[in-house]
């Protein structure tokens, strides 16, 4: 894939210019967005993404098309599960909604930059190392274990990180508006507003662990990498609010990562022993009788996995609330025939015998 300096930095300034427009248009005024006005810029947002992947493959191929649509299925999965961690970090600093737009925001260019930073730095290994895909995959085989099997309860507002930055920060117990720092009596003190970004900056920074190792398992251009973050990132906040209440009830959304992630790395393993250059394996030639998974069964594996994750979370949580409304029938009916028994029946309890009453 021919990508030229003139390209990138295209693409870099109309990803910095459409961050820019977010704030001035949406965020500098504090205020919690509509229903509506979520999914209208969530489902621009998603268009524009599906027609840049297009366009890859009408420009590029639709080999590279299928990898970038591949690993922006991906990456928006993986950033729905930010949205769940972030939607923690809120709850745990009480973050009035009208400023939660500001956070998030701020939260999502902090997660685009650290994410450029590890694809330069991904791209610079792959390019000289090949054994790196060893590496990489081992890395999310054991991210997977731990999506699945770990503990997703604890919050990061709680964290040993967040009890160092209030040991070392001079901070304040109550927000003053949306700003990050305040002067009292003379001092500078940090708000928990300011404390809720260094959280979310903390909790982009682990999730890009994952993220630039898993994209890279399914494509080695830069280019691809770069653009299918941006987009999976742009209009993440529009769909923190259009799908908040629904974050909760994808109760298997991790463990259809994990599935992912897990698939990923078996890829990359893969790949890595088509690729090898190790002398203690094969004598430093590659295995080139092990097969490399096509990106079109990539894309159906991981379209399907996330599909299924969904559909069985929504239904789970549904047969939940059902089951809870028939307790809640089914005590209510007791609770009715008891009394109609009790006025039925003469003799009240007041006029048992103690002994007929029993033990006190």
């Not at 994990?258 to 203690?280: D, M, Q, R, T, W």
């Amino acid at each position: 894939m021919q990508v030229t300096p003139l390209i990138w930095i295209i693409t870099l300034a109309v990803t910095v210019l459409f961050f820019v427009y977010e704030f001035f248009a949406h965020v500098r005024k504090p205020h919690e967005p509509s229903i509506g006005e979520s999914a209208r810029w969530s489902a621009f947002y998603i268009g524009l993404a599906l027609l840049f992947g297009v366009g890859i493959g009408m420009v590029s191929g639709w080999n590279f098309g299928g990898e970038y649509f591949a690993g922006y299925l991906t990456e928006k999965a993986l950033s729905i599960d930010n949205l769940f961690v972030f939607l923690i970090v809120m709850s745990g600093f009480a973050v009035p909604k009208k400023y939660q737009q500001k956070v998030l925001m701020i939260g999502i260019v902090i997660a685009l930059i650290l994410r450029g930073g590890f694809i330069a730095i991904g791209a610079g290994l792959i390019e000289n190392f090949s054994w790196i895909f060893y590496i990489f995959g081992a890395l999310l085989l054991f991210l997977a274990y731990k999506q699945a099997f770990g503990s997703h309860e604890s919050n990061p507002a709680d964290g040993k990180f967040m009890q160092l930055v209030r040991r070392v920060l001079p901070v304040t117990d109550e927000y003053h508006g949306d700003k990050l720092t305040v002067k009292k009596g003379g001092t500078r003190f940090f708000t928990p507003m300011m404390l809720t970004i260094i959280a979310i900056g903390f909790v982009d920074l682990i999730f890009a662990v994952d993220s630039i190792p898993a994209i890279y398992g399914l494509t080695n251009e830069a280019y691809i990498v770069f653009t299918a973050n941006a987009f999976a990132l742009m209009g993440l906040r529009q769909l923190f609010f259009l799908i908040g209440g629904l974050l909760e009830r994808l109760v298997y959304l991790a463990q259809g990562l994990a599935v992912i992630l897990a698939f990923i790395g078996v890829k990359l393993v893969f790949h890595a022993l088509h690729v090898n250059e190790l002398s203690f394996i094969n004598g430093g030639q590659p295995l080139l009788w092990v097969p490399e998974i096509p990106i079109w069964f990539s894309l159906v594996f991981i379209g399907a996995t996330i599909a299924v994750a969904t559909v069985a979370s929504l239904m789970k949580t549904r047969g939940d609330e059902d089951k809870n409304d028939r307790h809640t029938v089914e005590g209510g009916t007791v609770a009715a025939a008891s009394k109609d028994q009790r006025e039925a029946d003469p003799q009240s309890d007041d006029d048992l015998s103690p002994t007929a009453r029993g033990p006190k």
